[in-house]
């Protein structure tokens, strides 16, 4: 949930305030969105939930996380570093020239933090929900008041998704302008048709509250049941500028942003309407788009936000590594996106992730024998591609692994958690919570 921290807040609302029409928003949001030209860059965010190093179940004291993150703050990153409305740490790598370049900015920068935060007694936690502790809000702030009383409006999925969940989320340039209606559209639509790919081969989120939740992605379910207004994607049939542009005037505007006091949260209020019976101003448009968080948000580059944080320290890299190698390897991508196309078929009745596929995969993870077979196709791909894109060994060993160990048998690290909870075959008072 990356844009929900500092960088959510964007602009000063003291600012000079010259109000939007509706066609300059359309324009200005076609013309940020995506950006035209080779892939050459890649980044990676990576989320983390905190937990006390004695152990996963102690609770960590707003003091205690507040103390970290102050002597955070002294330490030189190449990452920026921000905190959750929950006090989830995320890094954000800079725009990286390689895969390998950024597993190495992003590696060096984690190591500095866990050192700090091993002298506080605490320790980062690969988890996709924090299984054991209940929502609890951190940060305390205008922006996260007005998110958390939105969101309330749904039931407490919102609260979960802002305070318990992490995520790693691959940013990869949007690449050239194709030729045809579609313009963008080639990666913009493997990214959301490979979606539930990624969302059942790392899911990494089936606990809750304590208790499993009876789906392998929790963190995807949460995102679902917060409104297709705030977490879905616009429609693939249409050219991705004109069609996120849509999506961006009729979506629901979270907040409205005041100089001083509580920030208003309007109910039933599209930006579309606030242009045609108010004042919305380019940092208004600016904050409503981080308001935003579909499965493939476009932000200049695509950010690919379906994909569970994951355990172990480097446990991050594979996700990326895979991803990365699949985009922007040629042969890759054109193996990926013919792996992928005969699911499609079942992605057409609703935008993601509000249609079967999606809550298939979020539910079921690899179980489903259709994602199991295309998500083999994909790894097998992607690791036959790591080494045309510069990836070291380790890279390619810990891909090759994790095919091995759960894509090739239909798991994912859900199932892992699944086991030490409930016994090796994930059952429980005889009730098999896998399905």
Same mark, same amino acid.
């Given at each position: 949930?990356?844009?929900?921290?500092?960088?959510?807040?964007?602009?000063?609302?003291?600012?000079?305030?010259?109000?939007?029409?509706?066609?300059?928003?359309?324009?200005?949001?076609?013309?940020?969105?995506?950006?035209?030209?080779?892939?050459?860059?890649?980044?990676?965010?990576?989320?983390?939930?905190?937990?006390?190093?004695?152990?996963?179940?102690?609770?960590?004291?707003?003091?205690?996380?507040?103390?970290?993150?102050?002597?955070?703050?002294?330490?030189?990153?190449?990452?920026?570093?921000?905190?959750?409305?929950?006090?989830?740490?995320?890094?954000?790598?800079?725009?990286?020239?390689?895969?390998?370049?950024?597993?190495?900015?992003?590696?060096?920068?984690?190591?500095?933090?866990?050192?700090?935060?091993?002298?506080?007694?605490?320790?980062?936690?690969?988890?996709?929900?924090?299984?054991?502790?209940?929502?609890?809000?951190?940060?305390?702030?205008?922006?996260?008041?007005?998110?958390?009383?939105?969101?309330?409006?749904?039931?407490?999925?919102?609260?979960?998704?802002?305070?318990?969940?992490?995520?790693?989320?691959?940013?990869?340039?949007?690449?050239?302008?194709?030729?045809?209606?579609?313009?963008?559209?080639?990666?913009?639509?493997?990214?959301?048709?490979?979606?539930?790919?990624?969302?059942?081969?790392?899911?990494?989120?089936?606990?809750?509250?304590?208790?499993?939740?009876?789906?392998?992605?929790?963190?995807?379910?949460?995102?679902?049941?917060?409104?297709?207004?705030?977490?879905?994607?616009?429609?693939?049939?249409?050219?991705?500028?004109?069609?996120?542009?849509?999506?961006?005037?009729?979506?629901?505007?979270?907040?409205?942003?005041?100089?001083?006091?509580?920030?208003?949260?309007?109910?039933?209020?599209?930006?579309?309407?606030?242009?045609?019976?108010?004042?919305?101003?380019?940092?208004?448009?600016?904050?409503?788009?981080?308001?935003?968080?579909?499965?493939?948000?476009?932000?200049?580059?695509?950010?690919?936000?379906?994909?569970?944080?994951?355990?172990?320290?480097? /446990?991050?890299?594979? &996700?990326?590594?895979?991803? *990365? @190698?699949?985009?922007?390897?040629?042969? #890759?991508? +054109?193996?990926?996106? %013919?792996?992928?196309?005969?699911?499609?078929?079942?992605?057409?009745?609703?935008?993601?992730?509000?249609?079967?596929?999606?809550?298939?995969?979020?539910?079921? /993870?690899?179980?489903? &024998?259709?994602?199991?077979? *295309? @998500?083999?196709?994909?790894?097998?791909? #992607?690791? +036959?591609?790591?080494? %045309?894109?510069?990836?070291?060994?380790?890279?390619?060993?810990?891909?090759?692994?994790?095919?091995?160990?759960?894509?090739?048998?239909?798991?994912?690290?859900?199932?892992?958690?699944?086991?030490?909870?409930?016994? *090796?075959?994930?059952?429980?008072?005889?009730?098999?919570?896998?399905?």
């Amino acid at each position: 949930m990356s844009d929900t921290s500092s960088s959510a807040s964007g602009s000063d609302c003291t600012e000079t305030r010259t109000a939007l029409t509706e066609a300059e928003v359309e324009a200005l949001v076609k013309g940020i969105c995506f950006k035209t030209g080779p892939p050459r860059t890649v980044g990676v965010e990576v989320e983390w939930i905190v937990q006390e190093l004695r152990g996963p179940r102690l609770p960590v004291t707003p003091e205690r996380l507040a103390a970290a993150y102050e002597a955070l703050r002294t330490v030189p990153l190449s990452s920026a570093l921000t905190v959750e409305p929950g006090g989830q740490l995320e890094l954000s790598s800079p725009p990286a020239a390689s895969l390998m370049e950024c597993v190495r900015t992003v590696s060096a920068d984690l190591d500095a933090v866990r050192a700090v935060l091993r002298e506080a007694g605490l320790v980062l936690a690969g988890l996709g929900t924090d299984p054991w502790h209940q929502p609890r809000r951190f940060l305390h702030e205008p922006r996260y008041d007005a998110m958390e009383a939105y969101l309330d409006r749904t039931g407490p999925a919102g609260r979960a998704m802002m305070c318990t969940s992490a995520s790693v989320q691959v940013c990869l340039d949007a690449g050239h302008e194709e030729p045809g209606p579609l313009g963008h559209g080639r990666r913009w639509w493997l990214a959301h048709t490979l979606g539930p790919v990624l969302v059942a081969a790392f899911a990494n989120s089936p606990l809750l509250g304590s208790a499993p939740t009876g789906w392998r992605s929790t963190r995807q379910l949460l995102w679902m049941e917060i409104g297709a207004g705030r977490a879905g994607a616009p429609a693939l049939d249409r050219e991705p500028r004109a069609a996120w542009a849509r999506h961006v005037l009729d979506a629901p505007v979270m907040c409205v942003r005041r100089d001083a006091g509580p920030w208003d949260v309007p109910e039933d209020l599209t930006f579309r309407e606030w242009t045609r019976s108010g004042t919305p101003t380019r940092a208004d448009l600016d904050y409503h788009v981080s308001t935003l968080f579909p499965p493939v948000r476009p932000r200049g580059h695509l950010e690919l936000r379906m994909i569970d944080a994951q355990p172990g320290e480097d /446990g991050w890299i594979v &996700p990326l590594a895979v991803t *990365t @190698a699949l985009f922007d390897d040629p042969e #890759a991508a +054109e193996s990926a996106y %013919r792996a992928v196309k005969p699911l499609a078929e079942r992605s057409r009745s609703l935008p993601a992730p509000h249609n079967p596929l999606w809550s298939e995969a979020a539910r079921a /993870g690899l179980a489903d &024998p259709e994602l199991r077979e *295309t @998500a083999v196709a994909c790894f097998t791909t #992607a690791l +036959e591609a790591l080494p %045309r894109i510069g990836a070291t060994t380790e890279v390619t060993d810990a891909v090759a692994a994790y095919l091995e160990r759960y894509v090739r048998k239909g798991r994912s690290p859900a199932d892992d958690q699944l086991d030490r909870l409930c016994g *090796t075959d994930g059952r429980t008072h005889g009730k098999d919570i896998r399905t």
